[in-house]
């Protein structure tokens, strides 16, 4: 449990971070050498600590849903469901820092990743759901 918890906090502040870095950067336009030096820094450490976080936190989270029988209660879907929206926010997120990096301009990108204050709702709601189990 505290192996889950302590990834989960790694994984939330990774996409957390780099959804700030995102809101920071203009909407279009190239970037600048430093802008896109610093993506490639963040793209780095993205792949160093987050991504083997979100792996932990999914494994440990399916085994401690197996001891528990977790997976009978209805706030367990809804915060698995939101922990999938952030995982794959975060595959967005990384994917966009890695054509950045390469030289692409905001513009060029697809989809804007999330803005941090809807990052920071999806965490705090997953861990209001798995402390406070409502439903
Ligand atoms: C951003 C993602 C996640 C966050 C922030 C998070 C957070 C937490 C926290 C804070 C706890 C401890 C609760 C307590 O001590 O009362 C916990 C426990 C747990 N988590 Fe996660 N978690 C995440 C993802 C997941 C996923 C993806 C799964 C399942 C696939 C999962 C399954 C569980 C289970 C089964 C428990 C044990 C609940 C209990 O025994 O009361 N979690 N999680």
């Known amino acids: 449990m505290g192996?889950?918890?302590a990834a989960a906090l790694v994984f939330v502040a990774g996409v957390f971070s780099l959804s700030v870095f995102m809101?920071?950067?203009p909407r279009a336009g190239p970037l600048s050498d430093e802008q896109r030096a610093a993506?490639?820094?963040i793209k780095a450490g993205d792949r160093l600590l987050t991504t083997p976080a979100v792996i932990l936190v999914f494994g440990l989270g399916v085994w401690l849903?197996?001891?528990g029988a977790w997976y009978r209660e209805p706030w367990f879907w809804v915060k698995v469901t939101l922990a999938l929206?952030?995982?794959?926010i975060h595959g967005v997120q990384s994917?966009?820092?890695r054509k950045l990096a390469a030289g692409a301009s905001p513009g060029d990108l697809r989809f804007r990743?999330?803005?941090?204050w809807l990052v920071a709702a999806m965490a705090a709601t997953i861990a209001m759901l798995v402390v406070v189990?409502?439903?």
């Open 3 to 5: 192996l889950h918890v």
């Open 23 to 25: 809101a920071t950067l």
């Open 39 to 41: 993506a490639a820094l």
């Open 65 to 67: 849903a197996a001891l």
């Open 85 to 88: 929206i952030l995982s794959a």
């Open 95 to 97: 994917g966009s820092l």
């Open 113 to 116: 990743p999330s803005p941090p």
């Open 133 to 135: 189990k409502p439903i």
